[in-house]
């Protein structure tokens, strides 16, 4: 019994200083992040423009420009991989994510109705502008949670198993693609030019509204995972022992992905699709700190708002003065690490 509770205390002290050490990272990130651009601004003069809330001067790019970014990295990566966590859990597969499960191809399917039906994008000969955000991103979140709605309704009408949900997601998810593909044809060379813009994920689009929104979507529903922490951890044991000891399984699947669908849905909607976060947030912070919840729902959103920081940075100084839509940084970087990830684990 010993040697099993030092392992415990082990295993406990390394995930306490994992976390640690990932809030300690991500703060240098931020403040990395707020002197990295086309205009380089010196760490000192960054540091105190934020501490004197200073916004003349060079404060402008900082306060205005950079930081809605840099909490736009924080909510969204957190976001997403929060909701992969989720649903990998209630769903028993390592692959859930709102990527995987066609809630990104309903939302850019939305958008792209929106633009093509309701006129919401405009272009000059070297812009794309969607001039009604409003309409794309409510068009975008509706479609988005009519896929969600469907998902559930197979699981409640049909009593499918968690693992053919994956399959259902995926099915409803290329229909929403075959609607993208017919929206494209359908579109003048600008409608076009402004679906293809949108779906570029791109935490440029962030301002105050759509960041409180999130936030206020967001920080609800993570304290509410994290009280259901131990339901989340007796449903990885198995159906049967989960119900066993207590747990109502169907409520808390159906709870835990109507929630994290909301989740993704809103960051979704406001920012385009930004692929492979919720997949590798969930897997790196688990391969870490292993499958206690406790720890998991802490970990995974700082792994998933780490890694949507430093691909943003990137994305923001790898071609300066040209700024990359993150989108496209993470759906070039994401593949191979997660291919990494399933290879190191397959040879652990």
């Not at 001039?131 to 949670?145: G, Q």
């Not at 968690?162 to 290329?174: F, K, R, Y």
């Not at 747990?247 to 809103?266: C, F, H, P």
């Not at 940084?329 to 291919?339: A, E, N, Q, R, W």
Request: hydrophobic share 55%.
């Amino acid at each position: 019994m010993a040697p099993l509770q030092d392992l415990y205390r082990r295993e406990r002290r390394g995930g306490t200083l994992f976390l640690a050490a990932s809030a300690l990272g991500l703060l240098f990130l931020i403040l990395l992040s707020a002197t990295a651009g086309t205009i380089a601004i010196p760490f000192g003069e960054v540091l105190g423009y934020l501490l004197r809330l200073d916004a003349s001067g060079s404060g402008r790019i900082v306060w205005n420009v950079r930081l809605p970014r840099i909490i736009a990295a924080l909510l969204v990566g957190g976001g997403l991989s929060l909701s992969g966590t989720v649903m990998q859990s209630v769903l028993r597969n390592p692959l859930a994510s709102p990527y995987t499960l066609g809630l990104s191809s309903a939302a850019a399917f939305g958008a792209s109705f929106a633009i093509v039906f309701f006129g919401a994008g405009t272009g000059t000969t070297s812009t794309i502008i969607i001039n009604d955000s409003l309409a794309v991103t409510l068009s975008a979140f509706l479609f988005c949670a009519l896929s969600t709605l469907a998902i559930l309704l197979l699981t409640v009408l049909t009593r499918i198993s968690p693992e053919t949900m994956v399959l259902a997601g995926i099915a409803i998810g290329s229909l929403f693609s075959a609607g993208l593909t017919l929206m494209q044809y359908l579109a003048d060379s600008v409608q076009l030019a402004s679906i293809v813009s949108w779906t570029f994920g791109d935490l440029g689009r962030a301002n105050w509204p759509f960041l409180g929104i999130t936030a206020l979507v967001l920080i609800p529903l993570f304290l509410l995972f994290l009280f259901f922490r131990w339901d989340f951890n007796v449903l990885d044991t198995g159906e049967e022992t989960a119900r066993g000891l207590g747990v109502r399984t169907g409520a808390l699947r159906i709870a835990g992905m109507a929630g994290a669908s909301l989740l993704s849905a809103v960051i979704v909607s406001f920012f385009g699709t930004i692929a492979f976060i919720g997949l590798l947030g969930p897997h790196i912070a688990r391969r870490i700190l292993g499958g206690d919840h406790r720890r998991l729902l802490i970990g995974s959103p700082l792994a998933g708002a780490i890694i949507l920081l430093g691909a943003d940075t990137a994305a923001r100084t790898v071609l300066t003065p040209m700024v990359l839509p993150v989108g496209i940084l993470t759906s070039l970087c994401g593949g191979p690490l997660f291919i990494y990830l399933l290879v190191a684990g397959k040879r652990k």
